[in-house]
């Protein structure tokens, strides 16, 4: 069943110990569609620039993506520079440049209307409360936030948490969603704001799903080079809600494979910079890697 | 099959969120005696000092612990004091008395001689390296280190890896001694050092087996509430290696069993101050968190 996405679609610079990339593709909104489309239909809502181009757009139509929600408008796109030169795992962020991001307006388009899934990648809570408003018979909505938002809009933040379902974050955000250092009582006190369930994703030690009173864990593949790591929780997200909007029945089992698949398309965005690895991906590469996460964790 | 373990049995005055302990009976080798005696023999090999009575003795009894190999000597036993007041991951030490540890000389009573599993617990590699000759016919020889000495002791720690078949570390132990920031590139070249195998220990977050080629990653339970978390890693390594030694033959699934006993000690040894949970343990707790650490993890 397909899947509306809102969010960004931007340019990267980005410069890690594995060499520098000027302006790839990237943003939330690409990662998720680009990873949830090996498992379902997926529409995405966003805003664009002049300098978003058919070369762009054919990284979107070879996948199958639904474009018609990406607004292009006068002036560039979204564009982020940062360097994990210290830290793989910490983005330093240089420069940022919100540009026709500033202005957007996500407007849904028609076709988009019988979407029963819905994500809403990060962006301004104000925006994804609209899309939500927006879209009231969605059968399922998952969101992503940051710290940014957690601290400084923090009344439009626990508005769209009330209507999701789902909530991806990592530990400090949850933590400091819910000013509470214990992982497990904070993820308690985050569901209590409205998503009955939570995805907290650890980076290289994987994620763990609180699914009412369950708790599971999903490792990360331990790779032997991290070439860039952007947009590997966004990839997670694609991967995890990808595979549960192709379900016929959400089951627990199937928020359990949810993860794994999760932590597959995370990995794989790691391998190559922006999304390069994402763009030539096939789905038996998918079903190995899952079999590898399912002998890096199972007893027998 | 029986264990002996070398290193410290000490006292230790700890602070955390949850309160303050005097003076608690501690030591690594205090730690793993406990955890490894649910699985099989254990006989322990350390100094204490005057201050060390029947009260503490009776602790290592109840748990049928092999204490011949604890050497009585005048002054003070081994005493630690930290405090985890403001990261309940990371101990800040306060004060360290070696006391009557400055002058230990491991001793093996003939008795330990038929022991065929052997664990050298954190302490100088020298004296790690001397009980490990003395052992030569030992099956299975694991040991544990830290900073401090891959630090300033790196010409005689090198030389104990050389006869470990397992070594037991953390994340950042790991990236240290091989002088890599990548863990799968890290942990390959720590078992250049000399053990096959390498278990790396990611706290909350479980750990990593490098087993060969095979790559095995294990939980650690989310836990609401750390009392404690002092003795945490050597009780892994307790349950760990005391699973390994109550093995017929120990196969690739040992090992996997293995990492899940180890994470479930661990675990237990959080929810009290020092080994008071350890001493009041059951095999049937035991079991029954094994399974939950199954359910933890398993897609079915």
């Not at 909505?141 to 209507?163: P, S």
């Not at 400090?172 to 000013?179: F, H, S, V």
């Not at 994987?206 to 369950?214: N, V």
């Not at 997200?237 to 995370?266: D, K, N, W």
Request: hydrophobic share 45%; aromatic share 10%; charged share 25%.
């Amino acid at each position: 069943m397909a899947i509306t996405v809102v969010g960004s679609v931007a340019y990267d610079t980005i410069e890690t110990p594995a060499g520098r990339r000027e302006r790839c593709l990237g943003g939330a909104a690409t990662y998720f569609s680009l990873a949830a489309s090996f498992f379902t239909n997926v529409r995405v809502i966003a805003v664009v620039g002049e300098d978003f181009g058919k070369r762009q757009e054919a990284v979107f139509q070879a996948r199958n993506i639904d474009t018609r929600g990406i607004e292009h408008t006068a002036g560039k796109s979204f564009f982020w520079e940062g360097s994990y030169l210290e830290n793989i795992n910490e983005a330093k962020t240089h420069n940022t440049e919100l540009n026709v991001f500033a202005a957007f307006e996500p407007k849904i388009p028609e076709a988009y209307g019988d979407s029963e899934f819905l994500f809403l990648a990060n962006i301004d809570p104000v925006l994804q409360r609209r899309v939500r408003e927006a879209m009231p018979d969605v059968k399922l909505v998952a969101g992503d936030t940051m710290n940014y938002w957690i601290k400084d809009h923090r009344a439009a933040l626990l508005e769209v948490l009330k209507g999701l379902d789902i909530l991806l974050i990592n530990d400090t955000e949850t933590k400091m969603l819910a000013g509470n250092n214990n992982l497990v009582q904070a993820a308690r006190a985050v569901m209590a704001l409205g998503p009955k369930t939570l995805v907290v994703k650890h980076g290289e030690y994987g994620a763990t799903l609180f699914h009412g009173a369950k708790i599971f864990r999903a490792p990360a593949l331990p790779l032997e080079e991290v070439i860039d790591p952007t947009g590997a929780g966004d990839s997670f997200a694609g991967g995890f809600f990808g595979y549960l909007a192709a379900q016929r029945e959400i089951t627990p089992a199937a928020y359990r494979s949810a993860m794994f698949y999760g932590g597959v398309m995370g990995s794989f965005a790691c391998e190559r910079f922006g999304t390069e690895r994402m763009q030539k991906l096939t789905r038996p590469e998918i079903d190995a890697r899952f079999n590898l996460f399912r002998e890096l964790t199972h007893l027998d």
